[in-house]
């Protein structure tokens, strides 16, 4: 919505949704482009897309003229989040993130953040409720994933245990991981930023979206896990051979497996110990 008021409104906020022309929506568009914008220019024809299905759904145009607009601005370049993928060095991260001195809140997420691996965004709103410790899993909400499909993390006996220790603090809240201002909100956003530049973590060393590649790379690379195992677990778009989207109870034994693999893994690298490569999981 405040994307709409700041660069929708102003312009053709006003008018009959079913007399407005493509080119003036390209040009919503393109003011937001000129400075310097271009992601939030497609998001613009993405929110006009939604708009205009909605009046299609209730009678009030004829059709979506957003997909006209497909191709009409250049693409972002992709951003490569920065993450630390060379074993030796995980085990340091891992070993600052144990001796990190700042909020116990902050402290556990950070802990947990690489045995999950989840989007920074879903690891902040973790919920009580979502967490089936009985069972060793962790049940996302389709409208908290990127792909709004139902996601599953299988729980490591690592990642319970830091869970537990946590619930003694926050299981009053809603949030797993609540504000240090209000057991109402959920951790800021910029948190495990701000954690990992005090541990010395500079902006293009260490992100909270890195701890997916460097469990994606470790995980292919080292431990030889089937990559398909590995997709699924990172909540990415994975078809079977007719080309039918997987649920998220796919693979979910050998996933499990992965999970505890990985976590244990982690712990060998933290300890220093010698850890040799396995292929217990090709399946």
């Not at 205009?52 to 145009?61: K, L, P």
């Not at 994606?216 to 699924?232: A, F, Q």
């Not at 499990?256 to 110990?273: E, N, P, S, V």
Request: aromatic fraction near 8%; proline fraction near 6%; charge should be positive.
């Amino acid at each position: 919505m405040d994307r709409m008021e700041r660069d929708i409104f102003p312009w053709i906020g006003k008018r009959p949704i079913a007399e407005i022309k493509a080119p003036e929506l390209l040009a919503a568009m393109r003011r937001v482009e000129s400075r310097g914008a271009l992601e939030t220019a497609h998001r613009i024809r993405t929110i006009g897309g939604q708009v205009f299905r909605y009046a299609v759904a209730t009678g009030r145009a004829e059709r979506d003229l957003s997909v006209d607009l497909k191709g009409a601005l250049p693409q972002p370049q992709e951003k490569h989040r920065a993450a630390i993928t060379d074993p030796p060095e995980v085990a340091k991260l891992l070993r600052s993130i144990d001796d990190y001195s700042g909020g116990f809140v902050v402290k556990c997420a950070l802990k947990i953040a690489p045995l999950v691996f989840v989007r920074p965004g879903e690891l902040r709103h973790m919920e009580w409720t979502e967490l089936d410790f009985e069972n060793a899993q962790w049940n996302i909400p389709a409208g908290k994933m990127k792909m709004k499909e139902p996601h599953l993390v299988p729980l490591s006996k690592q990642a319970i245990d830091i869970l537990k220790e946590l619930q003694a603090l926050t299981g009053t809240s809603r949030y797993v991981f609540p504000s240090g201002r209000s057991f109402d909100r959920a951790l800021s956003d910029n948190a495990i930023l701000a954690a990992l530049r005090r541990m010395g973590y500079e902006k293009d060393e260490m992100s909270g979206h890195g701890f997916r590649a460097m469990a994606r790379t470790i995980l292919d690379e080292v431990l030889h896990i089937r990559p398909d195992y590995i997709e699924h677990q990172l909540a990415h778009a994975v078809r079977d051979p007719n080309g039918r989207a997987y649920n998220r109870t796919a693979h979910l034994n050998e996933r499990r497996k992965m999970m505890q693999t990985w976590a244990d893994y982690l712990d060998g690298l933290k300890a220093g110990a010698v850890v040799i490569p396995f292929k217990t999981l090709q399946g």
